[in-house]
């Protein structure tokens, strides 16, 4: 496939590799042969008939999206014989086809028309019948309509949702003339697509075109198009953003750039009206008598100056701290560390990573000496065995999810180790279902296995971790209890199931993990991390192409807030704070002396909370976070903001904290400023302006500078945000050959070294981020967890994200086209509890602990074991974090949102 070879067409000598397919030769050197059925991320079908080719020494035509170009070929491609051919095919097509256009959709059929000459019926040989076949429209997707009387029948959308997006939903129905597409059986609305719209983008014709705003859109007549990058989870999706009059009115992907290659969910082509919703906050606000009041600029930026400035005063540096977001973009997030660590006077700076990934970045930073995904996202189809814990992949990442499904289709292995049903669980070879809190366990018990069988890497173990033989000894030993019997006895997983699946990952030639916040979000989460790093350390998958561990971010934006700086360990490119050198180095990028940054340790998201409700935090700064729905037990976060003297919101709507402010600021989306963020797999990526902000909104870095310039603090001379990044390419190393010009078109995976370095897509190929360049062992034992069921708490409640919501009070609750799939809150109960207890579905109840409480409705399911329910978090009515408590992972500092035990009561 990679040979070079030559070929001519119509006289034009072409370079391609052996085994291309001949019409995408053809279209990328400039030949543009005509076809509808044809696309270059599907199989060829040949359906359409366009393009039809002749070549050399073969008899008849051939189409040639169904050839693979050989050295020598010699194709003709336009002569009086195929393009009569083409015209008379096109007419056919015609003949059943409804082509009124509306101008709503990009129509390539109706291209061919107007070359052809074939727009007006007397142009054409054949009678149009489209009507005399009385199709009907499907119109039940709350996304999409389906006008049967424009398709062609070219199977683009059928293999898009199978080939591309592994969905499989969409099909024929019928027989020759009058068939049709269906989704499921029947109608859209009754079937499985979740509406990502890949068939919208794939459609040739305008027979599956988008719901949203096409009452307003003329493709024609669109005011500008801005690539930039998707504001949802972590995988980083470029997306196309269409807009008229100063709105997003259409979304699609960029096809032909990682990481998504035009892939999208729901998420990413539908859930961007609320940039333009009515409810955005456009001008300051301060809180007089306990209402707020709308201000100009310089009013509340004296004021928060005066009071920021004055508890530092009076209080000292440690009164003050500060959320930075993993919603904002690097030099937004930059920024405002930069700010907090200058300004105040400390490095009191985090963000939700701490409530996400904290465990697993802790444990991966002292096991092999990085936190971020070690490979690429598109590996994950191509690796042999992917081991999933923890992570919800299908529903939280999935573009990323695209990839697996591809990988499955190739044969590849899937475990996938969760207390509650996924749906990757459709798809995996072992699914692993331990009791929630089990997991050490468990993987000290395929630990075990691995080396009961011998199925350890004996080289990689001499060669790449320190201690060699003798740390593994350690492991060895500590493990020898865990049998798979008593593993079965702590986890509830048969004992089969156990060797099955640690034989299946250490066996396999490469093999990935892909961990997430059900690992991570636990009071032994750093644990529950390490002893997932000992697998994969025992049996050497790391250290090669398609083999690691990877973590996916949950936010669009979290691997990049703390590559720049917002922790309160590590400055920009995780360099410690209390390493000297760095600190001198980074006190002379900014020009200020050594003494004025702190080199002690600042607080974590949560024990920030846990000192402003003992009276040590004075004063706080919140920038795009909402801890009033996202940090634990948010009685006592209530109680502990209620506790501030003073306290900054700066959101783009009124969110559940924004009550609890002094003063909120105005800020800007994603889609109304230029930036970067950093993806799950490392990949610095551009975002860009594509409308302007709501009245007096401005842009997050901005605010920040003003504030600082109020506060007597010089932060820095930037004209764009692009001045910022080219600061923050010295600060961080990892990022240092990264500038705007050179991710103009794609972005590139850090570490990235100088200037012209293409990036790395798979880290720790040659040696480890640590000391001595060799990985770590960290043997630890299962403990039981300290929250467990009582007869007064007989649940333990789980929690986590779904397909169609997000952070509702800023973003995807604010989208009707999300509503329309998901709209309120749920607890999903084992039906032998609902049985035990006398609960049905639909029925209304109450969830209570100790730490509060909240109403929702049963659904009865399979998806979670007895004993435990699940809750979707998003739901601003039903806030999950009432329940979860503040209690910490001594390591990591991360709170256990994933184990709250609680009773369920019948509100009557």
Not at 85 to 97: G, I, N, Q, S
Not at 462 to 475: H, S, V
Not at 732 to 755: F, L, N, R, T
Request: glycine fraction near 8%.
């Amino acid at each position: 496939m990679n040979e070079n070879i030559t070929i001519t067409i119509d006289g034009k000598t072409v370079n391609a590799k052996k085994g291309q397919n001949l019409l995408r030769v053809a279209r990328e050197n400039g030949i543009n042969i005509p076809g509808l059925c044809y696309h270059k991320k599907l199989s060829p079908t040949g359906a359409c008939r366009l393009c039809v080719v002749k070549t050399e020494g073969q008899r008849g035509l051939i189409m040639a999206c169904t050839v693979a170009v050989e050295d020598g070929m010699k194709v003709t491609a336009f002569d009086d014989e195929l393009e009569e051919l083409r015209k008379h095919t096109v007419d056919y097509l015609l003949a059943e086809h409804n082509d009124h256009f509306d101008g709503t959709y990009t129509d390539e059929l109706s291209e061919l028309t107007r070359k052809y000459g074939l727009k007006n019926q007397s142009d054409r040989n054949y009678p149009n019948i489209h009507k005399e076949l009385d199709y009907k429209i499907d119109d039940t997707s709350p996304v999409l309509s389906y006008d049967a009387s424009k398709c062609i029948k070219c199977f683009r959308c059928i293999k898009a949702c199978y080939e591309v997006q592994g969905k499989n939903v969409l099909s024929f129905s019928q027989r020759g003339i009058i068939s049709h597409i269906i989704a499921g059986f029947d109608h859209w609305a009754e079937s499985e697509c979740d509406g990502c719209g890949e068939c919208i983008q794939l459609c040739p014709t305008g027979a599956i075109v988008e719901k949203p705003h096409r009452e307003i859109i003329n493709i024609e007549n669109i005011d500008r198009k801005v690539i930039t990058t998707c504001p949802y989870c972590g995988v980083g999706c470029q997306i196309e953003l269409m807009v008229k009059n100063n709105r997003i009115v259409r979304v699609n992907g960029v096809e032909g750039v990682l990481p998504n290659d035009g892939r999208l969910c729901i998420k990413g082509r539908f859930g961007y009206d609320y940039v333009a919703d009515k409810e955005r906050l456009t001008k300051p606000l301060v809180k007089r008598n306990g209402k707020f009041e709308e201000t100009g600029w310089d009013e509340a930026l004296n004021l928060i100056a005066q009071k920021l400035g004055g508890i530092k005063d009076e209080y000292g540096p440690s009164a003050l701290a500060g959320y930075a977001s993993a919603k904002c973009t690097n030099e937004d997030n930059y920024l405002f560390q930069k700010f907090i660590r200058m300004a105040f006077g400390n490095n009191n700076v985090d963000y939700c990573t701490r409530l996400c990934h904290a465990s697993t970045v802790t444990a991966m930073l002292k096991s092999i000496g990085d936190g971020a995904g070690s490979n690429s996202i598109e590996d994950f189809e191509t690796t042999d065995c992917l081991f999933v814990t923890g992570n919800n992949i299908i529903e939280t990442h999935p573009v990323t999810a695209t990839y697996v499904k591809a990988g499955k289709r190739r044969g590849n292995k899937i475990i996938v180790c969760d207390p509650k049903w996924t749906p990757l669980v459709k798809y995996a070879d072992i699914w692993l279902q331990p009791r929630l809190g089990t997991d050490v366990a468990l993987l000290n018990g395929m630990i075990r296995q691995v080396i009961k069988d011998d199925d350890i890497d004996r080289d990689f173990i001499e060669n790449r971790l320190d201690g060699g033989m003798k740390a593994f000894n350690e492991l060895k030993d500590l493990v020898e209890k865990y049998t798979p019997e008593l593993v079965e006895e702590i986890t509830s997983i048969p004992a089969q199931k156990i060797i099955d699946a640690a034989r299946m990952y250490a066996r396999a030639e490469t093999a990935m993990i892909a961990t997430g916040m059900g690992m991570s979000q636990q009071v032994t989460g750093t644990h529950n991390v390490f002893s997932l790093i000992n697998m994969m350390l025992i049996t050497g998958q790391i250290g090669r192409e398609r083999c690691g561990i990877d973590p996916p971010r949950g936010q669009n934006n979290v691997q990049g807030a703390t590559d720049v700086g917002c922790s309160p360990i590590s400055f920009p490119g995780y360099i410690p704070v209390d390493n000297d050198e760095n600190l001198k180095r980074i006190a002379k990028l900014w020009n200020v002396n050594p003494g004025d940054l702190s080199p002690e340790r600042g607080l974590s998201t949560v024990e920030i909370m846990h000192e402003a409700h003992k009276g040590n935090i004075k004063g706080m700064y919140i920038m795009g976070e909402n801890p009033m729905v996202t940090d634990p037990d948010l009685n006592h976060t209530a109680e502990a903001l209620k506790n501030l003297d003073f306290l900054v919101v700066q959101d783009i709507f009124h969110t559940e904290t924004t009550p609890y402010a002094d003063v909120i600021l105005p800020a800007s989306s994603y889609a109304e400023k230029d930036g970067t963020f950093v993806n799950s797999d490392r990949r610095v990526i551009r975002v860009r302006k594509a409308v302007d902000m709501p009245g007096e909104a401005r842009e997050d870095w901005k605010i920040i500078k003003a504030i600082a310039n109020k506060m007597g603090f010089n932060i820095g001379d930037y004209n764009a945000a692009s001045d910022i990044f080219d600061e923050i390419a010295e600060a961080a190393p990892i990022m240092k050959g990264i500038s705007y010009k050179g991710i103009e078109h794609e972005g590139i995976q850090w570490p990235c070294p100088e200037p012209g370095h293409p990036g790395t897509s798979t880290l720790f190929i040659d040696r480890f981020n640590t000391p001595t360049g060799r990985a770590k062992l960290n043997p630890v034992e299962h403990v039981e967890q300290t929250e467990k069921t009582t007869k007064e708490f007989p649940f333990i409640l789980n929690s986590g994200r779904i397909l169609y919501q997000y952070h509702s009070s800023t973003m995807s609750r604010r989208n009707s086209s999300l509503n329309d799939y998901a709209n309120e809150a749920y607890v999903l109960m084992n039906m032998i509890d609902a049985d035990n207890f006398g609960f049905k579905t639909g029925d209304r109840v109450r969830i209570s602990n100790d730490r509060g409480e909240l109403e929702t409705v049963v659904r009865e399911s399979d998806e979670v074991a007895v004993g435990e329910l699940f809750m979707p978090w998003h739901f601003s009515e039903a806030l999950v974090n009432k329940l979860t408590r503040a209690e910490l992972d001594p390591y990591s500092k991360i709170a256990p949102f994933k184990l709250s035990a609680c009773k369920v009561e019948l509100i009557k």
